[in-house]
């Protein structure tokens, strides 16, 4: 074993291959050398000395971890504050992190985990303790900057997609009796990438879906159910995928409008699909079914993206790379050199150049009437939901998911008070 | 070619494997050189004379057929009442099957398909037709009765198992500083039958789901909110799983207790899991989420079960052979005869015994505190979403789904005035 350890934690929302970015960077610490610990629920494991021992894993426990969705050491939606604000946290990581000796903290996860490791490698600049601080990337979402994708998002797109054909072949099957309408609500909350594809579901303007709404756009009630009204009157019934972002022009979310209370006074949850249904339902007087897949996007790793999973245990493995390398807030990022065929390679980007920033949904991806994809969208979303990679599965018909044993790792340190 | 014409046609609610049935029925008629034609959305189909002949689509057609999910020829929900009340309907069905020398009707549905094709079946003999009519079995609701399982079911289970499997790893990871409760909705209006299967998605009281709301169980909201409370108390989270026909003790579904109008006087689409989502919300205050999968579970070929793809295409050849030894009102049926090692065959039912009939969910199947299965429903469940059965992939990342040319069929008849 080399001198020092190395600290990996997951941050905020998982994903189907976010263990797989966990197990490229085991296996590539083992096959160094390196004593991995991990911390439990992210940052907050770090925070209360809450971390496990991953050399007590088997390999074959590894190996099953790449084929796991969630988050295998638990992860957390928890912001730490500027160095200023939150001095008293940092310098509690810096200390937990100093006990355990570790030199290399590896964070997974978005813009705020770059911010965060950006800003612990700063303070342990400055209190002259050697660390090198690796940002890994990760999130559905697909809005870090610099980074051409983000592992987590192909597989989310490609659950997207193929839902969506699916379901439209049955709407098309049902609807000269039943459901004329189907509605798919996508998240998305500030961008459309996920809703955008559903787009690569269908090809031609009779394909679904045949509408996609974007938060890109403001959302003009008239104007899309004269578009629903269209496509039924054109192909008989309509499939429309909805990012749960969209906003009216006065920049209030649709998804707030469907909440509210309830006769008895109880709270009615929102959502933008349930809401469109009802005024479809409502105006156009159609039949109408609507899914809100919710979780179900984010954790369907028995229809990852083989892509999507390739990228995902690269930047595991790089992050050790670059740690190791001693290249200090740094984030291994996926660059692309060619659409067709599809190109990629590991690059390096500086995490002060990912945190705090957001890659904007280009306009040039939403089709010029506003309800769907342009051939450019296509072709930087396809290679990134292209080939399957399967989980195993047991006797019992489930795919064979690993629970790890996370064995912790001894407390040196007082119990932290925040 | 043998004298006569077969027609075959799709009825209800579709499934991820119909299609299977149907390239199973159309591969073993060609083998036996009948010519099949098949009614366009169901038994409107036959009744508009809106026909399509099958034998214009290719060998490889049929083959992907069998891995296309929705209903290839288009279904419908529209119920013939009996032969009394709508005596018109089924003569001119009768004329219909005449006017294009149809010696054998295969009708593809649940209990009311089942019904209808009995009744055309008499008809024909009152006129002294020489027609025999096969049902054939199908539906996600796995309600039929004499068959053990029904074709559609084993692959919507597997479905729900997986989806749940998945979520619940997912809110496992971030239950510390986010969701707590998730909320899963079943299909299953009458009977507990997938939301039992979500069941196979643990194993012990601390898997998920640790609670599954089942419509043969009365909803008893303090008993359901207190249990909640005790499991993320034990677990740190709770996933549960509701069947969308739940219902209060007086006989109301809840499902619709979540509906009404908004302030605006907007419908509000209700639902089971958002009600439920709201009552966790507002009584227990945890963060909830919860999941409408809605069409996508009973659409989802991705994920089909091998053991519910090998009984649709099994029951499709043989309705075909049932068809041709001139077995009149009778259906194809799963016969079990074992679980372990799970082994079955294809029976025979009379129609008189499947239509109008109900397979009942077992009691046996819900444990004894209500919320979870017993291991009576494990051993019945689990054979039926055994097996994966993956369609194809384009060079686009998603399935390679067919679509038929369903070359129209020449009328012979004036339109049908209903």
Redesign the interface.
């Known amino acids: 074993m080399a001198n020092g350890t190395l600290l990996y934690a997951?941050s905020g929302?998982?994903t189907?291959v976010i263990n797989a970015t966990a197990a490229g960077v085991i296996s590539e610490a083992r096959a160094r050398r390196i004593k991995v610990l991990a911390a439990?629920?992210g940052i907050?494991g770090a925070l209360h000395e809450d971390l496990v021992d991953t050399s007590k894993e088997s390999a074959a426990a590894i190996r099953a971890l790449a084929h796991?969705?969630?988050?295998?050491f638990?992860?957390?939606?928890?912001k730490l504050k500027s160095l200023e604000q939150d001095r008293a946290k940092y310098v509690r990581l810096l200390e937990v992190l100093r006990a355990h000796d570790v030199r290399w903290f590896l964070y997974n996860g978005g813009n705020d985990s770059a911010d965060t490791a950006l800003k612990v490698s700063r303070l342990a600049e400055e209190f002259g303790y050697p660390l090198t601080c690796i940002g890994v990337p990760k999130t559905i979402d697909n809005d870090l900057a610099v980074t051409d994708s983000c592992p987590g998002f192909g597989s989310a797109a490609?659950y997207t997609?193929?839902?969506v054909?699916?379901?439209?072949?049955?709407?098309?099957?049902?609807a000269?009796?039943?459901?004329k309408v189907?509605i798919y609500e996508a998240m998305g909350r500030h961008a459309g990438w996920l809703a955008a594809a559903a787009g690569?579901?269908g090809r031609g303007p009779d394909d679904a879906p045949q509408l996609i709404l974007f938060p890109e756009r403001p959302y003009d009630e008239d104007d899309f159910l004269a578009k629903v009204e269209q496509v039924v009157a054109r192909v008989g019934w309509c499939v429309v995928v909805a990012s749960e972002g969209i906003r009216t022009a006065d920049g209030r979310f649709v998804a707030d409008?469907?909440g509210?209370r309830?006769?008895f006074g109880?709270?009615?949850?929102g959502?933008v699909a349930?809401?469109l249904?009802?005024?479809v339902?409502?105006r156009l007087g159609f039949k109408v079914?609507?899914?809100?897949?919710?979780?179900?996007q984010?954790?369907?790793?028995?229809?990852a993206?083989k892509?999507d999973l390739d990228h995902a245990v690269a930047v595991g493995r790089a992050a050790v790379r670059f740690a190791l390398e001693g290249r200090n807030a740094t984030m291994p990022v996926i660059v692309r050199s060619s659409d067709r065929p599809y190109r990629w390679k590991i690059g390096s980007a500086p995490l002060a150049k990912v945190a705090n920033h957001e890659k904007v949904f280009p306009k040039s991806f939403i089709r010029r009437d506003g309800y769907g994809i342009t051939n450019r969208a296509r072709a930087y979303l396809?290679?990134?939901?292209?080939?399957?990679a399967?989980p195993p599965?047991g006797?019992?018909?489930?795919?064979a998911?690993v629970a790890l044993k996370n064995v912790p790792v001894k407390k040196k340190l007082p119990a932290w008070e925040p």
Chains 1, 2 share one sequence.
Not at 266 to 269: S, V
Not at 289 to 296: A, E, K, R, S
Not at 298 to 303: C, D, P
Request: include cysteine; charge should be positive; proline fraction near 5%.
């Open positions: 997951q929302g998982v189907a439990r629920n907050l796991t969705p969630g988050g295998a638990g992860s957390c939606r928890y490609k997609a193929v839902s054909r699916e379901a439209a072949l049955d709407v098309a099957a049902m000269s009796t039943s459901t189907f690569l579901a409008a469907g509210g309830d006769a109880h709270t009615q949850l959502g349930s809401y249904a009802g005024r339902k409502d079914h609507w899914t809100l897949p919710d979780y179900l984010r954790s369907a790793r028995h229809i993206s892509t396809e290679p990134l939901v292209r080939g399957e399967y599965y006797r019992d018909g489930l795919p998911y």
